[in-house]
């Protein structure tokens, strides 16, 4: 499966010399990863080997649109490459299921980064250990001047993250900004290394409400040559982790696949179905889904998503909606704002504004800033971002939930 899809725009000639070197095993747990009694990854990874995108017809396509209450069967056709031509029946449906759960609110919220330090290979990404850049860690001090920035902008709910690295940005760092969040934010996310279900218990007790983690790809031979070194190698303990994130009592878990790295539509098969295991085993668990594609980063611009293109990423976006219609839809900076103006209208019900990926980017007072962990598309305001909604017709909210 690893064979097909390779993206050349990720590689360079010490990246290249780098895969021929003997590596771990990355579906071995290392001694400090708690192992949990799970089967989900197992059923996963057991219907993408056998998901067979070419053999989807249009009459599968026709069928999975026809129900009110999608199947995986049904998810796995509209990902096929014969649903495309459907593309606008698609989102029309999709469009018509978004409103009927959500209206027409756009839920808004923005990242910031706390820390870029990271101890993991992972070649397509900025922050990686080997790649030289500007590191910064923030100071308590520095983590409340950006929120208070952040907050005067009307923000109610905030991302916190921070490169990969434990030793950098401990569990304890982490959750100390979680608590200076709590003065300033009613929501608040985390998007850092998977920990186990007793730190993500004790994040939780520190103020956080969910958790992201971006799998990046679902085929383990793939991840295997994108991930050379550090935590993050360790393909099990990332699929894992937001079942321990639910099990340390988060009230939502977000699920991604890094759109361009594999097969597409095998990954967004991988991520939608895992999301649909996790939340028939845990109802009460919140559901969110982000539909990121690689973008350039520092020193390396030539990136890119490969064979996923604006129409594809539609199509993936409302298979989500389609398949679990009660799920939260991420559109992030890394799309041009026409993307994500259009994207909101039918499927997206989540937006972030006046993004920075950089360290300390927000207030203007912080000197030790650090680079950004790639480069975004869309860089409006909040102001801008709550106008363009209020323009075509939807409602910002900037908090819809109380913290318990």
Partial sequence: MSGEHVNKSILSDSIIEDQKKARTNHMEYLPDMEVIDSDIMDRVLEAVSSYDQSAYTEADVRLALA????TPEDFAALLSPAALPF????????RQETRKHFGNSIAMFTPIYIANYCENYCIYCGFNCRNKINRAMLDDAEIEREMAAIAETGLQEIL??????RKKSTVEYIGNACRIARKYFKVIGLEIYPVNSDEYAYLHECGADYVTVFQETYDPDKYETLHLAGHKRIFPYRVNAQERAIMGGMRGVGFAALLGLADFR????ATGY???LLQRKYPHAEIAFSCPRLRPIINNDRIDPMDVHEKQLLQVVCAYRLF???????VSTRECARVRDNLVQIAATKISAGVSTGIGSHAEDIED????QFEISDDR????VYEALESNGMQPVMSDYIYV
């Fill in 67 to 70: 129900h009110s209450s999608r």
């Fill in 87 to 94: 593309i606008e029946e698609i989102a029309q449906a999709a």
């Fill in 160 to 165: 916190i993250l921070t490169g990969e690295s």
């Fill in 266 to 269: 095998k990954d967004a098969f």
């Fill in 274 to 276: 895992h999301a649909y």
């Fill in 324 to 330: 679990m219609p009660f799920a939260s839809i991420t």
């Fill in 369 to 372: 800033q650090g680079d950004g």
């Fill in 381 to 384: 305001s909040v102001k801008e």
